[in-house]
C-alpha cells in the first residue's frame, strides 16, 4: 500500500524548533519529487516547501524562507522539515505529499497524488 | 507568482444538483490545473489533473474544463460524500499555488 506517515508535531514555544518526519512506503521514494504543505486551522492549503528526487534542488514559500529546511534520506525512505524560529503563523496541520505526474503530448503535468494524514504543530 | 482565485467561497446545494465552481489564474497557466477535495479532518485527495483529467477511481459525476484563464470543477448529480471544501492549485510554476477554497454545503 503506498502510504505517508507523518510525525514529530507537537506543541513549541514562539522561537523554537520543530523537526518534521514523513516516512515513506509502498512506492520508490528516490523516483518521486516530494512536498510539505500545510493549513493552518481553519483556512485553506498552503504549499510550504519541496525537494527534488536527489535533493539537489529545493523551494520554499518566502514566509518561511531561511527558517525551514526540507531534506530527505532515500535510503530511510524519510522527508523531514527542520523548522526554526516558528511564530504563531506557523501553527497549522503540515502534511507531506508525493509530487506524481505524468507525461501529454511532451509536457510533463505534476499533481500531489499521495498524503500523509497530516501533524498538528502549535505555537503558543 | 501566480495568482489562483476560487468562486464561490461557499456554496449550498441538495443531493442531486449540478455545481460549478470556478477558478481563475492571474497568469496563462494552460492546462496545468488540479482539483482537491478535502473533508474535515481529512488530507487532501487528488480528483483532476492537467484541467479534465480524472484521476483514477474518482467517480464520472466530476469533471473539469478549461477557457483561457479561467477553469471549472463541475459536479453532476451531486452525492452526499461529495459535501467537502474544493482546492484549485496551478502546477505551472513554483509555488503551486492553491485557491482559497470553496466549500460545499447541504441545503
Known amino acids: 500500500e503506498v502510504q505517508l506517515v507523518e510525525s514529530g508535531g507537537g506543541l513549541v514555544q514562539p522561537g523554537g524548533s520543530l523537526r518534521l518526519s514523513c516516512a515513506a512506503s509502498?512506492?520508490?521514494?528516490?523516483?518521486?519529487?516530494m512536498r510539505w504543505v500545510r493549513q493552518a486551522p481553519g483556512k485553506g492549503l498552503e504549499w510550504v516547501a519541496s525537494i527534488k528526487q536527489d535533493g539537489s534542488e529545493k523551494y520554499y514559500v518566502d514566509s518561511v524562507h531561511g527558517r525551514f529546511t526540507v531534506s530527505r534520506d532515500n535510503a530511510e525512505n524519510s522527508l523531514h522539515l527542520q523548522m526554526s524560529s516558528l511564530g504563531v503563523e506557523d501553527s497549522a496541520v503540515y502534511y507531506c505529499a508525493r509530487d506524481g505526474g505524468i507525461y501529454i503530448d511532451g509536457r510533463y503535468f505534476y499533481y500531489m497524488d499521495v498524503w500523509g494524514k497530516g501533524t498538528t504543530v502549535t505555537v503558543s | 507568482d501566480i495568482q489562483m482565485t476560487q468562486s464561490p467561497s461557499s456554496l449550498s446545494a441538495y443531493v442531486g444538483d449540478r455545481v460549478t465552481i470556478t477558478c481563475r489564474a492571474s497568469h496563462t497557466i494552460g492546462t496545468y490545473l488540479n482539483w482537491y477535495q478535502q473533508k474535515p479532518g481529512k488530507a487532501p485527495k487528488l480528483l483532476i489533473y492537467?484541467?479534465?483529467i480524472l484521476q483514477d477511481g474518482v467517480p464520472s459525476r466530476f469533471s473539469g474544463s478549461a477557457s483561457g484563464t479561467d477553469f471549472t470543477l463541475t459536479i453532476i448529480s451531486l452525492q452526499p460524500e461529495d459535501f467537502a471544501t474544493y482546492y484549485c492549485q496551478e502546477s505551472y510554476d513554483v509555488p503551486r499555488t492553491f485557491g482559497q477554497g470553496t466549500k460545499v454545503e447541504i441545503k
Open positions: 492537467a484541467a479534465s
Open positions: 509502498g512506492f520508490t521514494f528516490r523516483s518521486y519529487w
